[in-house]
Each structure stands twice: as structure tokens, then as C-alpha cells.
């Protein structure tokens, strides 16, 4: 073929995605083998059939055609009413753009906040995409680490350190993969260092309806931080419509408008009966949000209760979010070397945390997405084997090395 641009084949970067297990697990699936999957952040219930029939009337009504490009208004005011009722910022149909899912969110708010050759902050751990959708706006990705040991929340220091010249800071609490919900103290630091570098802060808040313990803090609703957060929201999780791609941005009216260009480019636009489908979604209020987080809730309980019955594997402080983030690290192991062994003793597929970068090296991400008693048994074996592997190796430390 004919050369393709350098920005398109510097996507993925370099080196392996980490996703090596992924596709073990899957191939295995295939093959017929009965695999627990805790990988992906999917729910294990599928849409609400009432959801899909309020989309199928839209579309039978005739919402078939070209939709309004920033989002049809009934769907920029439910947006604007939900993020007004979350975090008391007044918000009105002027601050949103509606777009194809968070991640197409993400991908257009790096559109925005610089021009190619610039830097673009992210912390690490992260949500896999994230260093791949800033190289895709031809930004340079910088990471900030977000240690273990200061629970994976990312200290003043290190941001400030960073700071200097970049253009932009993207945030993701309540956190995937970590479960980690972003303390008052850390969201007003992220605030003081974006004001003193001049950064956008991206605000990645597609997990804000599962919230388990503490509260979810929007960094936008900050003094002066509204002028400054794009903030990333999706129907995805918190109506389990990962399916329907339905996301938005909320952000300065200015940023909206111009953001309205980039789709009137890109997507052009949103189907109109998947729009409607979410108002109808929305239109359903909290309650049904904290229904559809419930599952979460439960199994996060569970997990609670395992680990505190263990002291081999330790876990990230698990505030929200549908994840676990599991120290395996006393069994001598890499995330990967003990996913590795977890898939093929026990036939249960995680996530190594070195698939989401080098500050969760050791570590496993489990999601909480089979049901219940499922769930409980999987985990309670997860601790059997590394309890096993850590003792063997107690014993041997030099075999295991
Ligand atoms: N951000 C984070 C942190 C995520 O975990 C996900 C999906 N797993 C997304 C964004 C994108 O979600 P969607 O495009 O489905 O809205």
C-alpha cells in the first residue's frame, strides 16, 4: 500500500499492548474451555429492554435521519441537568457536546487542548487507550505515576514536576483499573497545578454512579476549574449501554462550540434514535443509576470480606468503580507471571496491572462482572493460589527467584 501518516502507525507505540492474556483467555474460550472472565468492564446485565424499545419507537417515528450534530437539545439539557445535580456547577445544553462514547470524547478533548508536537499529561495507572488517543491528536503523552504505596493518587510534587509547558491533564476518578477515588485534597493539588501551568484538565468521570465509599469530587466544580475541565461522561456505565456508544463532553461554552466543529468533521453527528434512547435513559433519574451500580456494590462487599480474611494479596483502597486492584507482588511474581498461572490452573482470566502501566506492575485487575456466587468463588481461589505460591516460595525462595 501507499505510505500511511507516521501519527496513524504511532498509535499503539511501541512495544506489546500487555493484552497477551486477553487473547489467551479468548482462544481458550473458543477452544471450548470453561474460562471465568474478570477482564473487561462490561456489565453482565445486557441493556434495559425498556431502554431498547424507547429507541426502537424513536427510530420507528422516524428519528432516522441526520440528527443535530452537537446532540439533539433534549439530550445536551438531561446531560446538563445530570452533571448540575451531581456537582452543583450550573450547567446548561451551551456547556455539552454529545458524542459517540466517552472514548470518542476522549479522543476529540485531546483535539482540542493542543497542536501536535505538544505534551499531554496522563497518570499512570490508566485506562489502556489513553497514551494511544493523545499520540492520535499528535500530542506527546506524559505519564505521571500514581504510586501503590500513596494509593495510587498522584501527589503535588509529581504533577508540578511535569507541569511546565504541557498543554493538558487528564484525570480519570472514581479510577480504572485501580477502583481508587481521587481525595478532596488530591483533586484541589490537580486544581492549584493546572492553574499555575495554565492546563486543561480532562476529567474523565465515566465511573461517577459507582461510588462505594467517600464522594466523587469533579475537579471541575473547583473555583476557576470550570473555565478549564473538559469533562468526560458516557451512558456506558452508568446505564449499561456500553453498546449504544452514547458519551458527551462538558466544558466551556467557547470549547463546546469549537468541539461542534470537530464532529460537524468527524462523526457528524449521533444517530437520533440512539439520542433519544438515552434521554429516555436519563429521564429514569438516580435511582435507576444506583439499580444498575448495585451488582458492583455487592461484589465490592464481597471482595472486602475475602481480603480481609488473607494477608497475602492487598488491595488498592476500593472506593468505586467496577474493578479491584490486587497486590500480588508477596508471591514473587509479575502481574503477568501470576495471570499467566491463574489462567492456566484455575482457568480464571484477569488483567495484569503492567497492561496499564508501570505503577501497577505486580498487580491484578479483577472486574467484578460475573455474577455474585461466580464472582465469590473466583476471587476466594485467586487468594488460594497466590497464598500457595507466596508459601512455596517462602520455602524456596531461590527456586521461584
Ligand atoms: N474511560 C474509562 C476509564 C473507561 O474505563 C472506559 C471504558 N471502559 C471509557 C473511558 C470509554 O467508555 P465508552 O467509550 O464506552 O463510553
Do not use: C
Not at 420507528?60 to 438531561?78: F, H, M, N, Q, V
Not at 478533548?109 to 489502556?128: I, N, S, T
Not at 449501554?241 to 466544558?251: A, F, N, Q, Y
Amino acid at each position: 500500500m501507499a505510505h500511511p501518516s507516521h501519527r496513524i502507525r504511532n498509535i499503539t507505540g511501541d512495544g506489546s499492548d500487555g493484552w497477551d492474556l486477553f487473547y489467551r483467555a479468548k482462544d481458550l474460550i473458543r477452544q471450548g474451555v470453561a474460562v471465568t472472565e474478570l477482564t473487561i468492564g462490561e456489565h453482565d446485565v445486557k441493556t434495559d429492554p425498556a431502554i431498547l424499545d424507547a429507541m426502537h419507537g424513536a427510530a420507528k417515528a422516524g428519528a432516522t435521519g441526520y440528527a443535530s450534530i452537537p446532540g439533539i437539545p433534549e439530550l445536551r439539557a438531561a446531560v446538563a441537568e445530570r452533571a448540575q445535580r451531581l456537582t452543583g456547577v450550573p450547567t446548561g445544553p451551551e456547556n455539552v457536546i454529545v458524542t459517540p462514547g466517552g472514548q470518542a470524547a476522549l479522543f476529540a478533548a485531546h483535539q482540542f487542548v493542543g497542536d501536535p508536537g505538544e505534551r499531554a499529561l496522563h497518570v499512570d495507572p490508566y485506562y489502556p487507550t489513553y497514551p494511544g488517543t493523545i499520540r492520535a491528536a499528535g500530542l506527546v503523552p506524559v505519564a505521571v505515576t500514581a504510586r501503590a504505596e500513596a494509593g495510587f493518587e498522584p501527589t503535588e510534587e509529581d504533577l508540578r514536576a511535569v507541569g511546565p509547558g504541557a498543554r493538558s491533564l487528564l484525570v480519570n476518578s472514581p479510577n480504572n483499573p485501580t477502583g481508587v477515588i481521587y481525595s478532596d485534597r488530591t483533586l484541589e493539588a490537580i486544581a492549584r497545578v493546572a492553574a499555575e501551568h495554565d492546563l486543561w484538565v480532562i476529567s474523565d468521570e465515566v465511573y461517577d454512579s459507582q461510588v462505594w465509599e467517600g464522594r466523587h469530587l469533579s475537579p471541575r466544580a473547583l473555583p476557576g476549574m470550570a473555565e478549564r475541565t473538559l469533562v468526560v461522561g458516557s451512558l456506558s456505565k452508568s446505564h449499561a449501554m456500553t453498546g449504544s456508544r452514547l458519551g458527551w463532553i462538558i466544558g466551556p461554552p467557547e470549547a463546546a462550540d469549537l468541539l461542534w466543529d470537530l464532529s460537524t468533521v468527524s462523526n457528524y453527528g449521533i444517530p437520533g434514535f440512539i439520542q433519544e434512547a438515552g434521554v429516555f435513559a436519563l429521564a429514569q433519574g438516580p435511582g435507576y443509576e444506583t439499580g444498575i451500580a448495585e451488582p458492583f456494590r455487592r461484589r465490592r462487599e464481597i471482595t472486602q470480606r475475602l481480603l480481609s480474611g488473607q494477608d497475602v494479596v492487598r488491595a488498592a483502597p476500593q472506593r468505586g468503580a467496577m474493578y479491584a486492584m490486587l497486590d500480588v507482588r508477596a508471591t514473587g511474581l509479575t502481574g503477568e507471571g501470576f495471570a499467566m498461572r491463574l489462567l492456566d490452573e484455575e482457568r480464571i482470566a484477569v488483567l495484569p496491572g503492567e497492561s496499564f502501566g508501570q505503577a501497577s506492575a505486580g498487580h491484578v485487575r479483577i472486574a467484578m462482572t460475573v455474577e455474585d456466587r461466580a464472582y465469590e468463588d473466583a476471587l476466594a481461589r485467586i487468594m488460594v493460589l497466590a497464598q500457595r505460591i507466596a508459601a512455596q516460595r517462602a520455602h524456596f525462595p531461590a527456586e521461584i527467584g
